[in-house]
């Protein structure tokens, strides 16, 4: 994703002196630190993404803040007077600017609370920010527990990433009127079906599987392949995977690193073992060295039944099909339409990609990050990848703060 040249206009703009201006003005500071000053913030990223990543982050992250006001003019938020955000453990930048900097061009306060595991890595990111931007943005140290009493029952806006359970815990304790904004993950399977391109399916499957070392909420969990591809798709993902190379966050050359979440290394390793049996590369794990190479394991045809755990690392999961319809009708049933969010089909499958584009947003031929605009909704229609609730229903569908404020949040005519 690349940044646009210059900071944006909009048709509506606020008198220089009013409160709208100067936060735009605070909005555009840090989009110019990102850009002028880029290595500063990206030294700090490489201390919890690989090089590559961090760069990516970056420039999403500007390209958001770039788009930022015509978003806001295009939904036309109501004043929020107050938002609390839990925020994510991975994407800090970006994540700061999704739901703290957009959202501060029309909210009064916002308090967030960043994930114990990168606290210091957030703490040390908002002053940085917030040297540029003054916005009356406030990073908290308070216990889940106080942060829930404190500021997340005042708040009119809440936003949280993480465990679907955890959210669920969180909302049950909200008020009627508050709005609660759920991101979580999907399985996103990646399906390659006749006719496609076998060697860009590759491509594109090794560029989002391993991105940030598999770290990234939108890598695939499940990859669909037909059985009349299948051979050739594992042969050449396995030629491919052996010329990665390996090496620390900074090395701007390496291709993975280190997993930096000590429970994605551990599940990881686990499923490997639960099914060493399908291994067809890979599979080293080095715990002390918190190595997990990438792996492919090719497992039998998924059913309703089957359970897709989320990976944090770079596992090829691995399924072959044999007919579209069958395969369309279990990734739109039980677990897999829970955790509807994304999904990607290369060659031909016309109804497969209709049933799953009434689930989740789909792409043809490229990945979900080909789609990943910050200033456009994002997801599925699975409870437990993404969801509204305003104390009266809970909607599963995508998400984009200031869209959701403008039909759900304060002031909003429903």
């Known amino acids: 994703m690349s940044s646009a040249p210059a900071w944006p206009t909009v048709a509506a703009e606020p008198e220089e002196d009013s409160t709208d201006s100067r936060r735009a003005a605070a909005v555009h500071r840090v989009r110019d630190f990102l850009v002028n000053d880029a290595d500063t913030v990206h030294e700090l990223l490489c201390e919890i993404s690989t090089h590559r990543a961090a760069r990516y982050e970056i420039e999403s992250t500007v390209a958001t803040l770039d788009g930022a006001l015509d978003e806001v003019a295009a939904h036309r938020p109501g004043r929020v007077p107050h938002l609390a955000a839990f ?68 708040a009119d806006v809440v936003v949280f990433t993480g465990a679907y359970a955890n959210a669920e815990q969180i909302r049950a304790r909200l008020s009627p009127g508050q709005l ?15 006719g496609a391109d076998v060697e860009q399916a590759v491509r594109d499957a090794i560029a989002i599987r391993v991105l940030n070392t598999g770290q990234d909420c939108l890598g695939p969990d499940l990859f669909s392949v037909h059985e009349s591809l299948l051979d050739p798709f594992v042969d050449t993902l396995v030629s491919e995977l052996k010329g990665l190379r390996y090496g620390p966050y900074s090395d701007p050359d390496a291709d993975f690193g280190p997993i930096f979440y000590e429970s994605a290394l551990e599940d990881g390793a686990q499923f490997l073992a639960r099914n060493h049996g399908g291994i067809v590369h890979g599979g080293h794990v080095d715990f ?17 039944r089957t359970h897709v755990p989320e990976f944090f690392a770079p596992i090829f999961n691995i399924a072959g099909y044999r007919d579209e319809d069958a395969l369309a009708a279990t990734l739109t049933t039980g677990m897999f339409t829970e955790r509807a969010l994304g999904s990607s089909v290369y060659g031909h499958a016309p109804g497969l990609v209709e049933a799953l584009r009434r689930r989740t947003t789909v792409t043809l031929d490229t990945t979900l990050l080909s789609i990943d605009n910050g200033n456009a909704p994002f997801g599925g229609y699975g409870r437990m990848a993404n969801y ?17 404020v403008a039909a759900y949040g304060p002031g909003a005519c429903r």
């Open 87 to 154: 925020m994510p453990s991975n994407v800090i930048l970006y994540s700061y600017a999704l739901y703290l900097l957009v959202p501060a061009l029309y909210t009064d306060r916002l308090v967030f609370r960043p994930s114990s595991r990168v606290k210091d890595q957030m703490q040390r990111l908002h002053t940085l920010l917030a040297e540029r931007h003054g916005l009356p943005i406030t990073l908290t140290g308070a216990s889940q527990r106080e942060f829930l009493h404190e500021h997340v029952r005042p």
């Open 180 to 194: 609660f904004l759920f991101l979580g993950s999907g399985v996103n399977p990646f399906v390659v079906a006749p």
């Open 288 to 304: 002390r060295g918190r190595r997990l190479d990438p792996t492919v394991v090719v497992g039998p045809e998924v059913t309703p």
């Open 388 to 404: 509204i609730a305003d104390g009266e229903d809970v909607r599963a569908e995508p998400v984009l703060i200031s869209q959701a």
